[in-house]
């Protein structure tokens, strides 16, 4: 990066790009209903999706969140649409065999057919394209695992890939950074934003009531198994109840905020692009992600006008110029090119992981959860939403594999993830080492 390069562009915002489209909507307070048949707490896509299939099936429902509807991870992430877990296919056959990885990789796919399926279905604008997945290799090492991997997924699972190298890599990501990586024709992205404006305006309209600005303080279960809501608002009496807050599970809910691990995810969007320039990096509208562990995401901005880079999950910063800083600093050492070209937005949210790496779904003391997603959120909280809809419901297609799994937890945690650069400082370590 030269010296006098302007580091922000001067239209520069510390929001999520995708809040120019898709800016998070103020609904006016509505009066606390006295009961309810299903309150749910968290207005993401994992609230909504549950919302929306619980008030076609005649509930009542309300959704209370502490702040606008959707200011969370739901309206902040990267908006890729995959079928990854961080427990690679291979491993789960190693250790469990073909059956568990089968079901569980097989519920990976229908969690991405639940984003594809509920676009059409409820006819979402939000740009929502099966444009193909770009998984690149730093080293030789990474590039013959991921063949492994992907040759096992194909065997086993029918997913198609191709292996890329030299020119062929070339045509898909104008870097020299990777020394290959594969491509996975079927996955997808999304404009995040608009997805969930989508479902909001869906489940509005079903007569889900939205309780924006109403945080809820505690859940407490009643007489006869009712779940009293004490929100900062006043209490509300539900026959059910759904905690569907991820990263931002508070204290209200402590045994579940001591088995969430909340972390910081990062993004940057580039100033608008040379249309050359942006060919020339990024050939096609696909998304590209590394082979670390702690991942880079690199993708177009759905109009295809510029660079959105995710990066440095678990940085310890959340000031904007400080994201920019270090998020640019990533981007120029996989785009030199990029090294004068100003940032208009650097943002921040907040995910959340799990002690095994795996997303949870179940019940506890009275309450319904769906959390922990571990880097796949859209896909997961669609899917898991549905799922903790029909439980409620008792309805027959409620069941998961994710439901066998206990939620652990650690008995020196107590919610308070300050551990988390260090662990992703340890895993970059690792993943240098791997090399």
Known sequence: MTTDAPLLAPDFRGDPYWWDAAPRPFIQPLPLPPRIDVAIVGSGITGLSAALRLA????????FDAGDPGIGASSRNAGFVGRTLKHEFGDILDRFGLERARAVYGEMQAAFDAVTETVAAERIDCHLAICGRVMAARTPRQYEALA??????????GNDFAMLRGEELRREIGSDSFVGGALLPDLGSLHPGLYHLGLLDRAREAGVAIHGRTAVVALATRRRGEIGVHTERGIV??????????GYTGRAMPWLRRRVIPFNAFMIATA?????????LLPRQRTYIDCNFNVDAIRRSPDGTRILYCGRTGLNVSEPHAIARRLKAA????????ADVPLSHAWTGRCAGTFDLYPHI???????????????GVPMGTYLGRKAAAK???AADGA??????PFPSHFLYSGNPWFVPLAMRFYDWKDRRAA
Do not use: K, W
């Open 400 to 405: 998961t594999i994710f439901d066998a799994l």
């Open 362 to 376: 179940g019940e506890q003391a009275g309450l319904h959860y769906a959390m922990g997603y571990c880097f796949a």
């Open 331 to 338: 981007l120029v050492a996989i785009f030199p090119e990029l």
């Open 272 to 280: 608008p692009l040379p249309q050359a320039l942006l060919d020339r």
């Open 392 to 394: 409620i419901l008792g």
């Open 237 to 246: 009496i539900a026959r059910d109840a759904l905690v569907a807050t991820n």
């Open 148 to 157: 492994r991997e992907l040759e096992l997924r194909r065997r086993h699972l």
């Open 56 to 63: 076609r099936a005649g509930r009542s429902v309300a959704v």
